[in-house]
């Protein structure tokens, strides 16, 4: 069902996803990249959520932040609800949550907002209530202000409206709330799809939305699809609407897309001149380009032409991911990328320390690639310097448990990991979340409950009560000798990799040798 007022779904709560889009240090990022001139984070600051959901983003983001001042604002009282329980249980004291539609916000007493973050919304509501959103922007944002929108795109959205519509008219049909409705539709679709009819018939884009579909939480699914507006809008629509409140398109959220070598194939590329304006440059590569989902930074365009500030404090450090993918030392051609990758993989230089370092190498040179380095997701971006390699992977181990750096990791392990299989906690260090998944998130876990020595036994218990199958190569084990074999390489490899990621990373830190972990704050359902 769906609110009169607000036309949104209101009787699901959305996902306790983590968006790291929305970090003030990526948005900074991406508007100093494109010469707009950012304000400092180790400074006090303002940010609203508008849309914030179950306040999963402005709770992992005030602990990342505690110079920040963070606001979440929802009509549905499930998500302040939600969020207000996560934030007294996380103890973030930085954090506010407004149970208010956009209208009533128009009548608050908010301050002036440094960030405005409006994740999922402007696609999913009608252009009444999106003249009151803008109404609230242009009101509360600061005129140094940087302002985040995602939203569904125009032309690439296209093919899957005769999908939404049949998605309605087979809810309609269904007994009970959004969420049976949303896991009714599935089958006759299914069926419809196999079938080749419409609105699958000559339309892949169809398919393969429904292929993800099946896979997806049902909870995001009628947030997407049952509102009773699904509105995919133009670049040029957006803008437009922007250009109303004085406000000019200044990079999207989305690294890669601001560099055309990264995100426009060769062929087209000479189509994009450097010294293009922005808004027409960006209108004909989300036409060329069939954006089916865009994430815009948008700011006061008095403001976009302050001038370019310099990189030289800011800090990067390595994801990993030029190791997982086999790269290896790196060839003539992009022997400059290992050089970097290598020099700033720990996290301990800024980028002037970086490029002293690498002198042999033009400052301008080495700039340029840890952008491309960050775009191409080789380099991650830090609020500070990453820590100095732990001493928990050494003969002290024995005996040594560990606790989270924050009580509000703890309080999203304890809420979220065990039920959905992953989350992101908060990290001051990388200004960002930082997600937790899979075995080695087990094996964490585990250790955090009962200390390295017991870890392994818990971690056989949990993969039993959760009836985990591993699998290598796309086969499942299931002989026990492999099973423990492949634990124990398991577990050595967390030791050497996630284990010290995640303690530089400040996320957890060790318990004195020979400390319990209190009963409250296991994490393991079979310890709780």
């Given at each position: 069902?769906?609110?009169?007022?607000?036309?949104?779904?209101?009787?699901?709560?959305?996902?306790?996803?983590?968006?790291?889009?929305?970090?003030?240090?990526?948005?900074?990022?991406?508007?100093?990249?494109?010469?707009?001139?950012?304000?400092?984070?180790?400074?006090?600051?303002?940010?609203?959520?508008?849309?914030?959901?179950?306040?999963?983003?402005?709770?992992?983001?005030?602990?990342?932040?505690?110079?920040?001042?963070?606001?979440?604002?929802?009509?549905?009282?499930?998500?302040?609800?939600?969020?207000?329980?996560?934030?007294?249980?996380?103890?973030?004291?930085n954090v506010t949550f407004l149970e208010n539609s956009f209208e009533e916000l128009l009548e608050?007493?908010?301050?002036?907002?440094?960030?405005?973050?409006?994740?999922?919304?402007?696609?999913?509501?009608?252009?009444?209530?999106?003249?009151?959103?803008?109404?609230?922007?242009?009101?509360?944002?600061?005129?140094?202000?940087?302002?985040?929108?995602?939203?569904?795109?125009?032309?690439?959205?296209?093919?899957?409206?005769?999908?939404?519509?049949k998605i309605k008219e087979l809810a309609a049909d269904i007994?009970?709330?959004?969420?049976?409705?949303?896991?009714?539709?599935?089958?006759?679709?299914?069926?419809?799809?196999?079938?080749?009819?419409?609105?699958?018939?000559?339309?892949?884009?169809?398919?393969?939305?429904?292929?993800?579909?099946?896979?997806?939480?049902?909870?995001?699914?009628?947030?997407?699809?049952?509102?009773?507006?699904?509105?995919?809008?133009?670049?040029?629509?957006?803008?437009?609407?922007?250009?109303?409140?004085?406000?000019?398109?200044?990079?999207?959220?989305?690294?890669?897309?601001?560099?055309?070598?990264?995100?426009?194939?060769?062929?087209?590329?000479?189509?994009?001149?450097?010294?293009?304006?922005?808004?027409?440059?960006?209108?004909?590569?989300?036409?060329?380009?069939?954006?089916?989902?865009?994430?815009?930074?948008?700011?006061?365009?008095?403001?976009?032409?302050?001038?370019?500030?310099?990189?030289?404090?800011?800090?990067?450090?390595?994801?990993?991911?030029?190791?997982?993918?086999?790269?290896?030392?790196?060839?003539?051609?992009?022997?400059?990328?290992?050089?970097?990758?290598?020099?700033?993989?720990?996290?301990?230089?800024?980028?002037?320390?970086?490029?002293?370092?690498?002198?042999?190498?033009?400052?301008?040179?080495?700039?340029?690639?840890?952008?491309?380095?960050?775009?191409?997701?080789?380099?991650?971006?830090?609020?500070?310097?990453?820590?100095?390699?732990?001493?928990?992977?050494?003969?002290?181990?024995?005996?040594?448990?560990?606790?989270?750096?924050?009580?509000?990791?703890?309080?999203?392990?304890?809420?979220?990991?065990?039920?959905?299989?992953?989350?992101?906690?908060?990290?001051?260090?990388?200004?960002?979340?930082?997600?937790?998944?899979?075995?080695?998130?087990?094996?964490?876990?585990?250790?955090?409950?009962?200390?390295?020595?017991?870890?392994?036994?818990?971690?056989?218990?949990?993969?039993?009560?959760?009836?985990?199958?591993?699998?290598?190569?796309?086969?499942?084990?299931?002989?026990?000798?492999?099973?423990?074999?492949?634990?124990?390489?398991?577990?050595?490899?967390?030791?050497?990799?996630?284990?010290?990621?995640?303690?530089?990373?400040?996320?957890?830190?060790?318990?004195?040798?020979?400390?319990?972990?209190?009963?409250?704050?296991?994490?393991?359902?079979?310890?709780?």
């Amino acid at each position: 069902m769906t609110d009169s007022a607000s036309e949104y779904v209101l009787d699901a709560p959305y996902t306790w996803q983590f968006f790291g889009y929305q970090s003030p240090l990526v948005l900074n990022y991406i508007a100093r990249l494109n010469g707009v001139p950012t304000l400092p984070l180790d400074r006090p600051f303002t940010y609203c959520d508008l849309g914030c959901g179950n306040g999963v983003n402005c709770n992992v983001l005030a602990e990342c932040f505690p110079n920040g001042e963070f606001y979440g604002v929802d009509f549905n009282p499930e998500h302040i609800a939600n969020a207000n329980g996560l934030m007294a249980q996380g103890g973030c004291t930085n954090v506010t949550f407004l149970e208010n539609s956009f209208e009533e916000l128009l009548e608050s007493f908010l301050p002036k907002f440094d960030f405005i973050a409006l994740h999922g919304i402007i696609s999913w509501i009608s252009e009444g209530v999106c003249e009151d959103l803008y109404r609230v922007v242009d009101r509360f944002l600061k005129p140094t202000g940087l302002l985040y929108v995602n939203y569904n795109a125009l032309p690439g959205w296209e093919p899957l409206l005769p999908l939404v519509a049949k998605i309605k008219e087979l809810a309609a049909d269904i007994e009970g709330d959004s969420i049976a409705k949303m896991r009714g539709v599935l089958g006759p679709l299914a069926t419809l799809e196999f079938n080749d009819a419409p609105p699958f018939k000559d339309n892949p884009a169809a398919k393969y939305k429904l292929s993800t579909m099946l896979k997806d939480d049902p909870n995001y699914l009628v947030h997407e699809y049952l509102n009773s507006v699904v509105r995919p809008l133009k670049f040029d629509t957006v803008a437009d609407d922007m250009a109303a409140m004085g406000l000019v398109f200044c990079g999207s959220a989305e690294p890669a897309d601001n560099h055309i070598d990264l995100s426009v194939p060769a062929e087209f590329r000479d189509q994009f001149p450097a010294d293009e304006e922005d808004r027409p440059r960006e209108s004909r590569k989300s036409q060329l380009l069939k954006a089916g989902f865009r994430r815009d930074l948008y700011c006061r365009a008095e403001h976009r032409g302050r001038g370019a500030q310099s990189f030289d404090d800011w800090v990067f450090f390595d994801t990993g991911q030029w190791e997982q993918e086999g790269r290896g030392e790196p060839t003539n051609e992009d022997e400059i990328l290992g050089a970097v990758i290598r020099a700033g993989a720990d996290g301990s230089r800024n980028i002037a320390e970086l490029c002293e370092a690498l002198k042999g190498y033009p400052k301008d040179t080495v700039v340029d690639v840890i952008h491309r380095l960050f775009a191409e997701k080789y380099l991650n971006v830090a609020a500070q310097k990453v820590l100095p390699v732990p001493t928990l992977a050494d003969s002290t181990l024995p005996g040594q448990g560990l606790r989270f750096t924050a009580p509000l990791n703890l309080a999203i392990m304890q809420k979220l990991f065990l039920a959905d299989g992953h989350c992101d906690l908060a990290s001051r260090i990388a200004g960002n979340g930082r997600r937790l998944q899979g075995m080695q998130a087990l094996i964490l876990v585990a250790v955090h409950d009962v200390g390295f020595d017991a870890a392994p036994a818990l971690v056989r218990q949990l993969i039993d009560h959760f009836k985990i199958t591993w699998h290598v190569k796309g086969k499942a084990v299931t002989d026990p000798v492999e099973r423990e074999k492949l634990l124990t390489q398991t577990f050595e490899a967390f030791l050497s990799g996630d284990l010290v990621k995640w303690t530089r990373e400040g996320v957890i830190e060790a318990l004195p040798p020979g400390a319990p972990m209190p009963a409250e704050n296991r994490i393991s359902p079979m310890l709780a």
